[in-house]
C-alpha cells in the first residue's frame, strides 16, 4: 500500500491514519497499530521538517515482517525548514524511537532525497493470527 503526499506538516496526520486503517485491516493487534503509527508519525514528521516535495509511504506485510518505508523526494543538502527551536529537549529523539521500536532501520540518501526502511515484528506475525497480507 502507498500513499504520496506533500513533505509538511498537514500531510503527518494522513499519514499515520493511514497506516492505522492499513495495519487494522491487515489484523494486526493494537499495540501493533500503536507503534507502527508512531513509527510513521516520527518519519514522516522528519519528512515534513527536512524534506522538500513530495513524501511516499509504503506499507508491506512479508510473512516474516511488516516493511515500512518512508521516502522523501528532497535531495542532499539543507532542510527545507529551517527554525529556531525554543525547546530543544523536545526534539531529535524521533530515530532513537523508530529503532527502539523497529527489529531493523536501514537510511538511504542519495540526490534524489531520503529513504527509510524499517523491519517491524508484528506480534501477530508470531502466532500466524495475520488474515490478509498486503
Same mark, same amino acid.
Given at each position: 500500500m502507498v500513499l504520496v503526499l506533500p513533505s509538511q *506538516? @498537514?500531510?503527518v496526520p494522513v499519514f499515520r491514519h493511514f497506516a492505522r =486503517? &492499513? =495495519?487494522g485491516d491487515w489484523g494486526l493487534l493494537e499495540q501493533d497499530q500503536d507503534s507502527?503509527?508512531?513509527i510513521v508519525s516520527e518519519l514522516? +514528521? #522528519? @519528512?515534513? /521538517?527536512? +524534506?522538500? &516535495? @513530495?513524501t511516499t509511504l509504503t506499507l508491506q506485510n512479508d /510473512?516474516?515482517?511488516? !516493511?515500512?518505508e518512508v521516502a522523501?523526494? *528532497?535531495g542532499i543538502g539543507q532542510p527545507r525548514h529551517q527554525r529556531v527551536d525554543d525547546f530543544p529537549a523536545e526534539h531529535g529523539r524521533g530515530m532513537g524511537i523508530v529503532e527502539h521500536l523497529? /527489529? !531493523? $532501520?536501514? $537510511?538511504?540518501? #542519495?540526490? #534524489? *532525497? !531520503?529513504? $527509510? !526502511? $524499517?523491519?517491524? /515484528?508484528s506480534h501477530a506475525h508470531g502466532r500466524g493470527s495475520v488474515a490478509n497480507r498486503g
Open positions: *506538516g @498537514t500531510s =486503517v &492499513v =495495519v507502527i503509527a508512531l514522516t +514528521g #522528519n @519528512t515534513a /521538517q527536512y +524534506g522538500h &516535495v @513530495t /510473512q516474516d515482517a511488516l !516493511r515500512i522523501d523526494s *528532497g523497529a /527489529q !531493523r $532501520v536501514e $537510511v538511504h540518501q #542519495n540526490h #534524489n *532525497g !531520503r529513504t $527509510v !526502511r $524499517v523491519s517491524f /515484528q
